[in-house]
């Protein structure tokens, strides 16, 4: 008789070691995928590897970090205080429009137009993540569905400014705004796309995030309340404070990665899937590989980036379509699942 | 026939794609598992639906392989919502990755292929010329089927013992236990009974709607087929309206373009309304009636006290 | 003999639930199973029905030895139990609840009609399409009786039924027990009221830690007997308390109503004062209210009517709680402690704001501050950054202890402070209980009759939501406490 047993807590090894296991058996549900394609995934793979480490290849994945990292670390938050936010999406892309809205729409010495993009643009994301948390700590409302809804709010209103209002006076017909000034901008790493103020501060927030949630009474706060609602308030704390402040953090730092992609990258506001093709749904990836701990996520989030780069690599390379990317995603959340199954659990012949 | 039938029938013919997979996320979420996989269903459903159809020059047959995709995206999610007792957020939100991830791959060999054989109209003689509600009969054969479908599945949710025990699991599982419910057993039933009817949804979209092969051929409608199932508050009648009025969303955008309405803010529509039911059905009165299931998302441990 | 249960033995990781127990219940037969909580009565009860299996013992219904794996198998052999709290699907209707019991695949009129019927036959009418969250605790009680009726049981498990009834709703259940009986069924009556034992029951068992102490006839039994049967010869070996100055007033509460989850009256207008130097101790049978006192008195339950006054003010929320009292919880595992945070988190779970500055945690002095709690309490755990759970469950109420006494606050609500531990653990709780009451007052909230006797300087009797009595200690003994927990009023 197989008994299955409970674990009481994974060691750190096991921890990590299911979280290797799960990079693995996405590998494999890649490579089956692949192969029932006709398509031999070792050349796949070594397509993936070879182009990623040229030195453009590293960019974009080093591109492709950046708003990884800053919406997987304020997951982390989120989720670790018990907040379900599935809509970092939206959050970024509301960061987005605040961007976009001072780097075009207002009037301002040049010199303050970066520092009020990167405020205002996280200002956008806590108030669209502060919705959801305060229809949950004051309704009960169940907010995956909400951040999920909010998403979509979020990318028709991007479409609409995009093809409305805000559409480019210089640019006819095409789903654009026009292109910002150059106080807007953020500024790359010549030769690549990589707009390295905000990889500076993907870099320190992981870091940031570590010594709130472990180093202050306010994640203190927050960990207990993702644990427990009730040794949290029989300890004495603000319930819905702590879920609050953990929301406007994952929002804020959504929405940073917002102004960055539209700052750093398109120098202009597009419709929504230019903007994000999914980094916000990514970021849960990100946070959930990194097992939550914020300094795991620099690694989880440059893996999750390298994936990426490399489902584009081979979309280019080998005629797939985008969906190969949906595929590489999906598969990893799926076997995140499944190996946490057999981390938790422990098989003992009786 | 004149413009209002028409629009009608226009209207109807965009919301089966919504009320089918809407339905089948009834069953489940009623039960008590929340599905958050049905974009990937549905994509899946289109994708086998067409290719089968394509090869086999037989759209039932279609039909029917779209429902088995469906079932054993299903499958999977149940197996790890029930018996593993798994997170269904993230196994949701996976397969829904995975199964559109998927669909766009086989389809890329399939964009622009024409499909001669789909499931056609047909119109109901003498029906479809009364005025407005002739729209409801111009439709084709799974529209009509769907019209079934909805009032079958409401009479066995409200009328009957087994509907009793779908909602009972999903209200109070531990009651359902003591009073010799299967619990499991319910669970998947509903929950590949939902990834069935999403995978026709998907393969109404291929096959009867539009038939040709489109790349992000499901469009998101999974997701607001999703929020369909909140804002009918769980009832298969109130489907109907939600899904032909969201339906009707997608079909009238661009018609009310030129009276100022823009197409992406009408598109928020859907989503907006759902958020306001949710909170409107908030409140404790209405919560008990037209509330969500009190189990829903949460995995059974028998014997747990709580 | 309808139901025979011989030598049944159920032991758990730290106590011996049943410990050889023996007992018989014949047709036509109402028998109470008397006890304390903690005795073993509804560890017998949920073997009986099929929860748990025993690890020793047979059971024969009607003269066959029978295995009963799961309540689904009680319930083929015509057991029924009726929980203490009614598991019923609120949104659904009474009707759509009993379907199940139904062979039919629709629900018509005619089994409405039916349900109906029987609900009258036996006295507890019920409106079949009502919807479950629209009917009272009582009626919903009558729901499960009615399931145990339809499924026509021969033998009825009443679980401590009359918590939730009203006086005229105990009335119209104990004419239906009593036709039950006529019908030839057998009722096995869990409670620890010793009125209605006394009234109800043909013959009474009593439990004692897990043994059975005796089997009455209930017409040669009375309310003493029956308690010294309950709580036996206790030797208590008084400790030495020490005599204490009494200082100002610290807990006032007044004329206080508190409801309970389902909208009845728990706390029904308490009044009583805790003094700087004391320990007034709250006595009672779990059920009568004190779950609910605890809770509004720490914040966490809505005051309906009256008043609680802590240190001056009034008490309006949890968090202004805590800044002025302390709280020693017996659900340790799911409230007092966080088991997947550490050992040196969890010791300052509750005062972990005297240790921050501008928001940031001073960890040497957090350190500093929790290592000296492990050494002054000997708490046994492999370091400080080691998981609570891996603590031992006497480890871990030391460390609740620790915390919750080292706060320097004026008022100490200690519930069921000793809930398993060992001997020793248990006199070294209740030595420090006694020390800290020089310096603050202390509220005993207890279902351990020796605990409170031991510890108080003054006693409560809790029954049905009300005081029967208050004493001073010197008054108190274990027979007069005991007769006053199952609700009779001692002169």
Redesign the interface.
């Known amino acids: 008789m197989i008994k299955v047993e409970e674990r009481r807590e994974p060691s750190l090894i096991v921890k990590i070691a299911t979280k290797i296991v799960a990079v693995l058996l996405a590998l494999g549900i890649s490579a089956t995928i692949f192969i029932s394609y006709g398509i031999d995934p070792i050349y796949a793979f070594s397509i993936m590897f070879s182009k990623s480490l040229t030195l453009y290849g590293l960019s974009e994945v080093v591109t492709k970090f950046i708003p990884l990292e800053l919406c997987g670390v304020g997951l982390i938050v989120a989720f670790k205080s018990g907040m379900w936010n599935i809509g970092a999406e939206g959050q970024l892309l509301i960061g987005a429009i605040m961007a976009t809205w001072v780097a075009l729409f207002l009037d301002i010495p040049d010199f303050t137009r970066l520092p009020l993009i990167l405020t205002l643009s996280m200002v956008g994301g806590i108030t669209w993540a502060l919705i959801p948390a305060f229809l949950k700590a004051k309704l009960e409302v169940n907010e995956v569905i909400v951040t999920l809804m909010m998403n979509y709010i979020a990318s028709f209103l991007v479409n609409y400014l995009v093809y409305g209002p805000w559409k480019g006076s210089k640019e006819w017909g095409f789903p654009y705004t026009d292109k910002f000034p150059e106080s807007a901008w953020l500024p790359a790493i010549p030769g690549t796309r990589i707009h390295w103020p905000t990889l500076l501060i993907a870099s320190v927030v992981a870091f940031t995030v570590f010594f709130i949630m472990f180093k202050t009474t306010l994640g203190f706060e927050m960990r207990v309340c993702g644990q427990s609602r009730r040794v949290a308030e029989y300890s004495g704390m603000n319930y819905t404070k702590a879920l609050m402040v953990s929301m406007a953090i994952s929002g804020a730092l959504a929405g940073l990665a917002g102004a960055g992609e539209v700052c750093g990258i398109h120098r202009r506001l597009r419709y929504a899937s230019a903007i994000s093709s999914g980094y916000g749904y990514s970021g849960i990836i990100v946070a959930w590989l990194s097992g939550l701990h914020p300094i795991a996520s620099l690694l989880s989030a440059f893996f999750i980036a390298f994936l990426l780069a490399g489902g584009d690599i081979l979309q280019v390379s080998l005629g797939l379509s985008s969906g190969v990317v949906s595929v590489f995603n999906g598969a990893i959340l799926f076997s995140l699942l499944i190996s946490e199954f057999f981390g938790r659990y422990r098989l003992r012949w009786k | 026939m004149d413009p209002v039938t028409e629009l009608i029938s226009m209207v109807v013919s965009a919301g089966t794609a919504l009320l089918l997979p809407a339905l089948g996320e009834i069953y489940a979420e009623r039960s008590g598992v929340l599905n958050l996989g049905v974009e990937g269903m549905m994509a899946l459903g289109a994708v086998t639906a067409f290719y089968l159809t394509y090869l086999t020059k037989e759209p039932f047959l279609g039909l029917i392989v779209a429902a088995l995709a469906g079932v054993s995206l299903a499958f999977i999610h149940a197996f790890i919502s029930i018996s593993i007792r798994s997170n269904q957020v993230v196994s949701g939100l996976a397969l829904s990755m995975l199964g559109v991830g998927l669909s766009s791959l086989i389809g890329k060999s399939l964009i622009g292929v024409p499909l001669k054989y789909t499931i056609s109209r047909f119109e109901v003689p003498l029906l479809k010329d009364i005025p407005i509600i002739g729209g409801f009969f111009v439709q084709n054969a799974l529209t009509y089927a769907s019209y079934f479908i909805v009032v079958l599945l409401w009479f066995i949710l409200f009328k009957t013992k087994i509907g009793v025990y779908v909602r009972m699991v999903g209200e109070n599982p531990r009651a359902a236990d003591t009073a010799g419910v299967n619990v499991p057993v319910i669970r998947y039933a509903c929950t590949l009974l939902g990834g069935a009817l999403a995978g026709l949804g998907g393969a109404y979209l291929s096959i009867c709607y539009t038939p040709a092969w489109i790349e992000g051929m499901t469009a998101g409608q999974g997701w607001i087929a999703l929020a369909l199932v909140i804002f009918s508050a769980w009832n298969p009648l109130y489907a109907i309206v939600g899904s032909y009025l969201f339906g009707g969303v997608r079909v009238l955008q661009y018609r009310l373009q030129p009276y100022g309405f823009s197409p992406p803010l009408l598109q928020t529509l859907p989503y907006v309304s759902t958020i306001a039911v949710l909170i409107v059905f908030s409140s404790g009165r209405l919560r008990r009636r037209l509330g969500a299931p009190s189990a829903l998302g949460k995995p059974y441990y028998r014997g747990e006290k709580t | 003999m309808l139901v025979k249960m011989v030598g049944i033995t159920k032991i758990f990781p730290n106590v011996v639930a049943n410990d050889s127990v023996n007992f018989e219940l014949k047709h036509g037969e109402i028998h109470g199973l008397l006890g304390e909580n903690g005795a073993g009565k509804t560890t017998l009860m949920n073997i009986l029905y099929g ?1 748990y299996k025993p690890d020793k013992g047979e059971i024969y219904i009607e003269g066959r030895p029978v295995h009963i794996k799961s ?2 198998d009680a ?1 083929s052999l015509g057991i029924g139990m009726v929980p203490q709290f009614p ?6 209707t009474v009707a ?2 009993l ?4 062979p ?4 018509g009129k005619k089994r409405i009609n039916e349900i109906r019927r029987i609900a009258e036959e036996y006295g507890l009418p019920i409106d079949a399409e009502a ?1 479950v ?1 629209d009917l009272s605790l009582g009626e919903r009680q009558r729901v499960e009786v009615l ?1 145990a009726l339809i499924r026509g049981v021969k033998i009825l498990i009443l679980d401590e039924p009359t918590t939730v009834l009203t006086p005229n709703e105990v009335n119209l259940l104990f004419k239906a027990v009593r036709k039950m009986r006529g019908e030839g069924k057998g009722i096995i009556f869990v409670s620890h009221k010793l009125p209605e034992v006394l009234e109800l029951t043909d013959r009474v068992t009593i439990l004692r830690k897990g043994k059975v102490v005796a089997t009455l006839n209930t017409k040669e039994a009375s309310e003493e007997e029956l308690v010294k049967l309950m709580v036996g010869r206790m030797v208590l070996r008084k400790y030495a308390k020490g005599k204490t100055i009494l200082g100002e007033e610290v807990l006032r509460v007044e004329n206080l109503h508190v409801l309970n989850d389902k909208g009845g009256l728990a706390v029904k207008g308490l009044s009583f004062s805790v003094r700087k130097g004391e320990i007034f101790g709250i006595a009672g049978v779990s059920g009568n209210g004190q779950k609910e006192l605890v809770e509004a008195l ?1 914040g ?1 339950r809505r005051v309906e009517k009256g008043r609680i006054i802590i240190g001056g003010s009034e008490l309006t929320s ?2 202004q ?3 002025i009292a302390s ?1 020693i ?1 017996d659900d340790r595992v ?8 550490s050992v040196l ?1 969890n010791l300052v ?2 005062s ?2 005297r240790f ?1 500055k501008f ?3 001073k ?1 040497n002095e957090l350190e500093q501050y929790a290592n000296s709690l492990i050494y002054k309490y000997s708490i046994i755990a492999p370091s400080l950054k080691a ?1 609570a ?1 891996q603590l031992s469950g006497g480890n871990l109420a030391r460390l609740i202890l620790a915390r919750e006494t080292s706060t320097e606050c004026s008022l100490i609500v200690a519930v069921h402070p000793t809930f398993g531990l060992d001997v020793a653990s248990t006199e070294e709780t209740w030595k420090l209980l006694l020390e800290l009451r020089r310096k603050a007052a202390v509220l005993l909230v207890s279902e351990d009759l020796e605990e409170v006797l031991q510890l108080s300087d003054r006693i409560g009797v809790m029954y049905k939501g009300e005081f029967i009595d208050v004493l001073d200690s010197e008054e108190a003994d274990v027979e007069k406490i005991g007769l006053m927990m199952g609700g009779v009023r001692v002169d």
């Open positions: 929860v309540p689904k319930i598991e019923l699907v609120e949104n659904m759509e609840n379907a199940p019991l139904f039919e695949k629709v629900l919807m969250y399931k720490t966490f949890h968090l709680f805590r800044r709280h919880p799911g409230m007092g402690i966080l088991p997947s945070l988190e779970l509750t972990y704001r921050s928001g940031l945690l960890f998981p759970w």
